[in-house]
């Protein structure tokens, strides 16, 4: 099976989901929830500010990472959204994650990396690393369908 194909990680409790399987209790693990940098930036803290205090908040550097690309500054997004990437990877490794199965957009904790990861794929696309927006848009659309939809 390879790295990203959606199989599920079943049955770790305390975590946010719902089972594709119908088994009830079954759960996909979701990034731990740590509210205050999503508090901060939704207060008006400057991204770059939130990201020097809690540098492991994935969401901190995908704002940054929008906020590059919406300046056309687009290396320096690719930057941010890598780093806000594998922030999130940690963070879900940390939790049981084996780097497949579904990390759903429903808990907001796992927004931060899902943002990132559609920043990596968007950026990588318009500095055409082909094969990396191929793998990062595939990697969304498996980890979290309706994220792949929303974030367009």
């Known amino acids: 099976m390879g790295e990203f194909e959606d199989e599920a990680l079943w049955g770790r409790s305390g975590v946010w989901g719902g089972s594709p399987?119908?088994?009830e209790g079954a759960e996909p693990l979701g990034?731990?929830?740590?509210?205050?940098?999503r508090e901060l930036l939704a207060g008006g803290t400057a991204p770059a500010d939130v990201a020097a205090k809690y540098p492991t908040s994935s969401l901190a550097w995908a704002q940054l990472a929008d906020d590059a690309f919406e300046r056309g500054s687009v290396?320096?997004?690719y930057a941010y959204a890598r780093t806000g990437y594998h922030r999130g990877l940690d963070a879900l490794r940390r939790n049981g994650w084996k780097g497949h199965g579904p990390v759903p957009w429903e808990h907001e904790p796992n927004r931060g990396f899902?943002?990132?990861l559609h920043a990596l794929a968007r950026a990588a696309g318009a500095?055409?690393?082909q094969e990396e927006y191929e793998r990062c848009?595939?990697?969304l659309k498996d980890s979290s369908p309706a994220a792949?939809?929303?974030l367009g």
Do not use: M, N, Y
């Open 31 to 37: 990034d731990p929830d740590d509210p205050e940098p």
């Open 137 to 139: 848009s595939q990697f």
């Open 75 to 77: 290396v320096e997004s």
């Open 21 to 23: 399987s119908g088994v």
């Open 148 to 150: 792949a939809q929303t």
């Open 114 to 116: 899902l943002r990132a």
């Open 127 to 129: 500095i055409g690393e």
